[in-house]
């Protein structure tokens, strides 16, 4: 309860991070409009759902691989979703939850949603059935989701074969989050405030390549000596 508590007081305590959460709930409002927007275009014109669905996330991806992993970061309201979910869990488990791995043996399980992304892709290609997909996608989805009550982002971090997708696809792009060691005083704000637990604070270097990372900017935007810095590689 009391983290709960902390991280509302630290989004409320920074400026710049307010701004920051004004800017991404505006461009999640922004995609969730385009979205219902197609989505009812496409139920007027009788066009089935995996076709548009299938074209809108091919573009995200393309433009994904072109600009980073701006959808992530910027566009997705399933986080907000699992953030309001989170605070069920916080609510019942109080300190309990998001303690039920510990730093360590997260930093070993990172890989473990592209396996998931793997199967949950390439089983109904191989199978040539829409269906069985669509049955994969619901099981990760609705597991992901119980298992935000325990832990915070959990369908992010476990089981969103998109969000693997788009990590995938922003692999080689020039700009990325990096620590800069010399200005760091260790205060550790950017991982109290990183909401993927991707812990800022410890990374030599790179951040954004971490595979939990969302490319959110929470870290940088709240650094207090500037050690966090977008570079071209
Ligand atoms: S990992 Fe999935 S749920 Fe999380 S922000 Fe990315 S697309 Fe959204
Ligand atoms: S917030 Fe900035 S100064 Fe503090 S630990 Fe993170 S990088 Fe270092
Ligand atoms: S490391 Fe920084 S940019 Fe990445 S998810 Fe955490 S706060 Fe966001």
Redesign the pocket.
């Known amino acids: 309860m009391m983290k709960f508590l902390e991280n509302i007081i630290d989004t409320l305590k920074y400026k710049k991070l307010r701004a920051l959460e004004m800017k991404r709930w505006l461009g999640i409002l922004i995609y969730a409009s385009v979205y219902f927007s197609i989505e009812a275009y496409a139920s007027a014109n009788n066009i089935e759902f995996y076709i548009w669905d299938t074209a809108l996330t091919t573009s995200i991806i393309v433009l994904t691989i072109i600009l980073g992993n701006f959808f992530c970061?910027w566009l997705c309201f399933m986080q907000r979703f699992q953030d309001a979910i989170g605070i069920v869990g916080r609510l019942i488990l109080r300190s309990k939850y998001n303690n039920l791995i510990n730093q360590k043996n997260r930093n070993k399980i990172k890989w473990i949603k592209y396996i998931l992304a793997g199967v949950t892709i390439l089983v109904p290609l191989v199978l040539s059935s829409y269906n069985v997909f669509i049955k994969f996608w619901g099981w990760a989805f609705s597991i992901g989701m119980i298992f935000t009550l325990v832990e915070r982002r959990a369908y992010c971090k476990y089981f969103c074969f998109i969000g693997a997708l788009f990590k995938l696809a922003s692999i080689k792009n020039k700009k990325i989050?990096i620590r800069n060691q010399s200005n760091c005083t260790a205060c550790n704000l950017?991982s109290v405030?990183?909401?993927?637990d991707?812990d800022?604070a410890k990374k030599d270097g790179s951040?954004?390549k971490?595979l939990?990372?969302?490319?959110?900017?929470?870290?940088?935007t709240v650094c207090p000596s500037n050690a966090i810095v977008k570079e071209k590689i």
Do not use: A, E, F
Request: net charge positive; hydrophobic share 20%.
């Open positions: 970061g989050l950017c405030v990183c909401p993927q991707c800022p951040i954004s971490d939990w990372c969302t490319s959110c900017n929470r870290c940088k």
